[in-house]
């Protein structure tokens, strides 16, 4: 029998590889140190991030904004509700009202932390200003109130909720210096959605002197950047002040003339004709013809009167197309224009003018000191002086004029008419001689008047005209008027105007007119003057000339 295979040790036998594959490598020692590194730094990260959570929770706790809603952004004003909350001016807060809670919407003129826990804010409206201060405080002002306060824009709209608290000192930056009122509440009504173009700080510093050098501690904003940014620019107190004043000698215009027996007339301002002369004069498109925008409401006024409206005035627009680029000329400006019968003599016309004059001047005075002072805080100037008592406003002839400037150097030849130098030289040699700002020029020579004017009737180459003068500068030219139609017509092709281009106007005279006389004033030359602003364009809300159609 054939012996048998001998029996395979299993644990001896050797395994056959597979074709094909590799055998598995065991992690090195090197590896496993930096896996166990890498496992270690994970852990400890994870237990930071953990305990950074844990303090983050805690914080967060700690600083609940119990102040949340005494602050922030309101929603737009839709009207939505009316809960009739009492606001205060600013003007208004005085020390007597030291602990009372006032309400003020007022804009944000400055703002300035000191330290993480107090925010002193400079509120403003129009003129005045008040010095805010938000303070932390447990339960009525938070961190994070103090730091959305410091965030404030300036120039944006706040509705401040606060407790008016008497200063221990004046307040120098505030216009309100013997108070100070501490917030509440601070609340956001308008913001910026652009760039200021400067600061109404900067707008606001004085006029630098014309010899100052240019490195200037200070920003300087020039006229036409501030009249190209005009919104901003009339922001500021200088000119809120302005403004108001411009407002009061329209008022006391009114005042005085309505004392007086006067009635105000609204007078067209496109025209068939041209007032005065066609040089000067808009030409626009009338539909199939063309119109003119009136110079003044001269031809309206003189034909009320001969409707027997005996006294009448008119507050409104004049155009005048002159290319002139100087301080004191605009293309449009306001014109304060009267008109009156007269009785004797036109001398009734120029005294009842001065009376008018004097009622502004001693009215601006007594009344507006506060607006007239924070004008001169940026303009500097010589209180304006006129004449009281029994010698009343000093009147020249137009040949006494020309005497004193004669006198002064100037050639007379140089005489035939006073020009803007010589006008001014004239206020300078008056005020040293007369102590006056004011006064009054009588006697025109008629070659220089428009052509209504009433020649003298002692010398036909005068007229019964005067002039006002401020600063030594014309602020109202007037005159007696030509009530006659004859004589108007000849008067009128003596100026080279055909009458029959004028044929109405003439016609109100042919139907019978008493004599009249009147002026014109300019208002924004007597704010300018009055004020010494140096330009007529600080005098005009949006100032129209030559070179400027917009804002």
Same mark, same amino acid.
């Given at each position: 029998?054939?012996?048998?295979?001998?029996?395979?040790?299993?644990?001896?036998?050797?395994?056959?590889?597979?074709?094909?594959?590799?055998?598995?490598?065991?992690?090195?020692?090197?590896?496993?140190?930096?896996?166990?590194?890498?496992?270690?730094?994970?852990?400890?990260?994870?237990?930071?991030?953990?305990?950074?959570?844990? &303090?983050?929770?805690?914080?967060?706790?700690?600083?609940?904004?119990?102040?949340?809603?005494?602050?922030?952004?309101?929603?737009?004003?839709?009207?939505?509700?009316?809960?009739?909350?009492?606001?205060?001016?600013?003007?208004?807060?005085?020390?007597?009202?030291?602990?009372?809670?006032?309400?003020?919407?007022?804009?944000?003129?400055?703002?300035?932390?000191?330290?993480?826990?107090?925010?002193?804010?400079?509120?403003?409206?129009?003129?005045?200003?008040?010095?805010?201060? *938000?303070?932390?405080?447990?339960?009525?002002?938070?961190?994070?109130?103090?730091?959305?306060?410091?965030?404030?824009?300036?120039?944006?709209?706040?509705?401040?909720?606060?407790?008016?608290?008497?200063?221990?000192?004046?307040?120098?930056?505030?216009?309100?210096?013997?108070?100070?009122?501490?917030?509440?509440?601070?609340?956001?009504?308008?913001?910026?959605?652009?760039?200021?173009?400067?600061?109404?700080?900067?707008?606001?510093?004085?006029?630098?002197?014309?010899?100052?050098?240019?490195?200037?501690?200070?920003?300087?904003?020039?006229?036409?950047?501030?009249?190209?940014?005009?919104?901003?620019?009339?922001?500021?107190?200088?000119?809120?002040?302005?403004?108001?004043?411009?407002?009061?000698?329209?008022?006391?215009?009114?005042?005085? *003339?309505?004392?007086?027996?006067?009635?105000?007339?609204?007078?067209?301002? &496109?025209?068939?004709?041209?007032?005065?002369?066609?040089?000067?004069?808009?030409?626009?498109?009338?539909?199939?013809?063309?119109?003119?925008?009136?110079?003044?409401?001269?031809?309206?006024?003189?034909?009320?009167?001969?409707?027997?409206?005996?006294?009448?005035?008119?507050?409104?627009?004049?155009?005048?197309?002159?290319?002139?680029?100087?301080?004191?000329?605009?293309?449009?400006?306001?014109?304060?224009?009267?008109?009156?019968?007269?009785?004797?003599?036109?001398?009734?016309?120029?005294?009842?003018?001065?009376?008018?004059?004097?009622?502004?001047?001693?009215?601006?005075?007594?009344?507006?000191?506060?607006?007239?002072?924070?004008?001169?805080?940026?303009?500097?100037?010589?209180?304006?002086?006129?004449?009281?008592?029994?010698?009343?406003?000093?009147?020249?002839?137009?040949?006494?004029?020309?005497?004193?400037?004669?006198?002064?150097?100037?050639?007379?030849?140089?005489?035939?008419?006073?020009?803007?130098?010589?006008?001014?030289?004239?206020?300078?040699?008056?005020?040293?001689?007369?102590?006056?700002?004011?006064?009054?020029?009588?006697?025109?020579?008629?070659?220089?008047?428009?052509?209504?004017?009433?020649?003298?009737?002692?010398?036909?180459?005068?007229?019964?005209?005067?002039?006002?003068?401020?600063?030594?500068?014309?602020?109202?030219?007037?005159?007696?008027?030509?009530?006659?139609?004859?004589?108007?017509?000849?008067?009128?092709?003596?100026?080279?105007?055909?009458?029959?281009?004028?044929?109405?106007?003439?016609?109100?005279?042919?139907?019978?007119?008493?004599?009249?006389?009147?002026?014109?004033?300019?208002?924004?030359?007597?704010?300018?003057?009055?004020?010494?602003?140096?330009?007529?364009?600080?005098?005009?809300?949006?100032?129209?000339?030559?070179?400027?159609?917009?804002?």
């Amino acid at each position: 029998m054939a012996d048998s295979a001998p029996a395979r040790n299993p644990s001896t036998e050797q395994p056959v590889p597979v074709e094909g594959a590799e055998a598995t490598k065991a992690p090195s020692k090197n590896e496993l140190k930096k896996r166990a590194k890498e496992e270690e730094k994970a852990r400890k990260a994870a237990e930071k991030a953990a305990r950074q959570a844990e &303090l983050e929770a805690q914080k967060a706790a700690a600083e609940v904004d119990y102040a949340k809603d005494f602050y922030g952004k309101l929603p737009l004003n839709q009207s939505q509700s009316r809960p009739r909350r009492e606001r205060v001016q600013i003007a208004s807060l005085n020390p007597n009202m030291d602990g009372q809670t006032v309400l003020i919407r007022a804009r944000v003129q400055t703002t300035r932390a000191q330290g993480s826990k107090m925010v002193f804010l400079n509120l403003r409206q129009r003129t005045d200003s008040v010095q805010a201060l *938000l303070t932390v405080a447990p339960g009525t002002v938070s961190k994070q109130m103090a730091k959305w306060a410091t965030s404030l824009q300036i120039e944006s709209i706040v509705l401040a909720e606060g407790v008016v608290k008497k200063s221990p000192e004046i307040i120098k930056s505030a216009t309100v210096g013997d108070v100070e009122l501490h917030l509440t509440q601070l609340h956001l009504i308008s913001g910026l959605d652009t760039v200021l173009p400067f600061t109404v700080d900067d707008a606001n510093r004085p006029e630098p002197p014309e010899t100052e050098a240019e490195d200037v501690q200070f920003k300087r904003v020039l006229l036409d950047t501030r009249l190209n940014n005009r919104v901003v620019d009339l922001r500021t107190q200088t000119n809120q002040a302005v403004f108001k004043l411009q407002h009061a000698i329209g008022s006391l215009f009114r005042e005085y *003339l309505d004392s007086q027996g006067f009635t105000e007339i609204h007078s067209p301002k &496109l025209q068939g004709a041209a007032t005065e002369s066609g040089a000067s004069v808009f030409q626009v498109s009338y539909f199939k013809g063309k119109a003119f925008l009136a110079q003044s409401p001269q031809l309206a006024k003189q034909m009320a009167i001969a409707a027997d409206f005996e006294r009448v005035y008119e507050i409104g627009p004049v155009f005048r197309a002159e290319d002139s680029n100087t301080h004191r000329h605009m293309t449009e400006f306001i014109g304060l224009d009267l008109e009156m019968a007269i009785e004797e003599h036109y001398h009734e016309v120029m005294e009842l003018l001065d009376g008018l004059f004097l009622h502004m001047f001693r009215s601006l005075k007594q009344k507006y000191a506060k607006e007239i002072e924070t004008v001169r805080k940026q303009f500097p100037a010589d209180e304006f002086k006129w004449r009281e008592g029994p010698e009343g406003t000093l009147k020249l002839s137009f040949r006494e004029a020309v005497d004193l400037l004669v006198e002064d150097g100037v050639p007379r030849e140089e005489l035939d008419d006073i020009d803007t130098a010589n006008e001014k030289r004239l206020g300078r040699i008056v005020r040293a001689k007369y102590d006056t700002d004011y006064f009054i020029i009588d006697k025109f020579p008629l070659a220089l008047r428009p052509f209504y004017t009433m020649p003298d009737p002692e010398d036909p180459t005068l007229s019964n005209s005067y002039d006002f003068f401020m600063r030594g500068e014309e602020i109202l030219s007037g005159a007696q008027r030509i009530h006659d139609a004859k004589l108007l017509a000849e008067q009128m092709r003596g100026k080279g105007i055909d009458p029959a281009s004028m044929s109405y106007y003439l016609e109100a005279f042919k139907l019978g007119c008493p004599p009249h006389g009147g002026g014109g004033i300019g208002l924004e030359r007597v704010l300018m003057l009055f004020l010494k602003l140096n330009n007529i364009r600080r005098a005009s809300l949006f100032p129209r000339d030559p070179k400027r159609l917009e804002p």
